[in-house]
């Protein structure tokens, strides 16, 4: 039997990230963007729920799912003061949690993002950031200062041209898009001088995408550790070209990583030359009270699965607590989401999946 025929180990982490959303401002406008299920601010401020639209508008910026997602209110950015540390420290009393991870938009454009960090590290937290890497050059050394201790870059192409392809009109020009590039590798240069771990999540729709994932693997593989992200529409298409790439680079499964309490798991693959490649898919996870009569529980619609709790500040208004893009009527103040019935959902299912999963992976001859 060959290595890669054995079958893979598994281990199983419990969730305990908080997904932050930091900022709605961002300097690209990628045509299959989520925003983290809100609108696009700075098109919709003069509009109010349910007239938001997700179309778009001045900022060339979509939000995938605003459609049909019952959003009802548009984000602001969180400011680093008392008011963002007690924020953290209501969720860390209400659920298990030791790691913030700070979204957008994009957080490198934040005014105070080493703030951020500062305060999420004081309370104990670990502290990751998801950017494209469009002004992490400036404001990485004192985010790294303050303990920042990981950056998810997203990775859209290897050329200027790839990058200008899946930007709306307003901004998919070559030149503009070459900026954004030689950006992005300013920013892995300043995460590696300051020993901030650094990824490069690239989202692989089908085969056609192959050959620049490829390229990416080799571009940004000496640097970084590569995370082939599975395309949230494209499913199986997604997930055969995963494969290709794994048999054309001839990578070895290592391990399989299941969060429990999530629909997040990655197979660790280890390249012929001793680099880490990931491929990152979705399992089809629901909180067992929330989505069980959802209109969206069906393999086409949820394509997310549930996929944790995220944080929000609405503008002119609270923290909000979320747990589903696709569903962003289920959103509730922080103050409610602590004493709800929701939070305890959450706890319970977190606990009764980790102990589930647990089980099953210490079981010879059981299926995960």
């Known amino acids: 039997m060959k290595q890669h025929d054995l079958p893979v180990p598994v281990t199983v982490v419990a969730d305990s990230t908080l997904r ?9 406008a990628c045509t299959f963007c989520h925003n983290e299920g809100t609108p696009v601010a700075s098109d919709n401020r003069s509009r109010s ?16 799912y605003l459609s049909t997602n019952g959003a009802g209110f548009l984000p602001e950015a969180i400011k680093a003061d008392p008011d963002f ?9 209400s659920m298990a949690m030791d790691e913030v991870h700070l979204t957008g938009g994009e957080p490198t454009l934040h005014p105070d993002l080493p703030g951020l960090v500062r305060i999420a590290r004081r309370l104990g937290l670990r502290v990751g950031v998801t950017s494209n890497g469009e002004n992490g050059a400036d404001v990485l050394p004192a985010c790294a200062a303050e303990g920042l201790d990981r950056i998810n870059l997203s990775v859209f192409g290897t050329t200027p041209q790839e990058l200008a392809a899946v930007q709306a009109e307003r901004l998919n020009s070559v030149g503009l898009a070459q900026r954004k590039l030689d950006a992005l590798r300013s920013t892995v ?11 490069a999540n690239i989202v692989i729709p089908d085969s056609a995408h192959v050959d620049r994932v490829l ?12 995370r082939m992200l599975v395309s949230l529409e494209d499913g199986g298409r997604s997930l055969a070209a995963m494969q290709e790439v794994v048999n054309t680079l001839g990578a070895v499964p290592e391990r399989r990583i299941i969060t429990a309490g999530t629909s997040d798991q990655r197979t660790r693959y280890r390249l012929p030359g001793g680099r880490e490649l990931y491929a990152k898919s979705i399992r089809p996870v629901r909180l067992p009270e929330t989505c069980a009569d959802c209109r969206f529980n069906n393999d086409r619609d949820c394509q997310e699965g549930y996929y944790g709790v995220r944080l929000y500040r609405a503008a002119a208004g609270p923290f909000m607590v979320g747990v589903c893009i696709r569903r962003m009527d289920l959103c509730v103040s922080l103050g409610s989401f602590v004493m709800s019935q929701l939070c305890r959902e959450v706890t319970t299912f977190r606990e009764q999946e980790m102990a589930r999963l647990t089980a099953l992976s210490t079981t010879p001859g059981s299926v995960l």
């Open 85 to 93: 540390a007690l924020a953290l420290a209501a969720m860390r009393g």
């Open 20 to 28: 932050i959303k930091v900022i709605d401002a961002c300097g690209l």
């Open 189 to 199: 240069e300043a995460a590696v001088r300051c020993g901030v771990k650094v990824s």
């Open 215 to 226: 390229r990416i693997v080799e571009d940004f593989g000496r640097d970084v550790i590569v």
């Open 49 to 64: 729920a349910p007239e938001f639209t997700g179309t778009p508008g001045r900022t060339g910026r979509v939000s995938l």
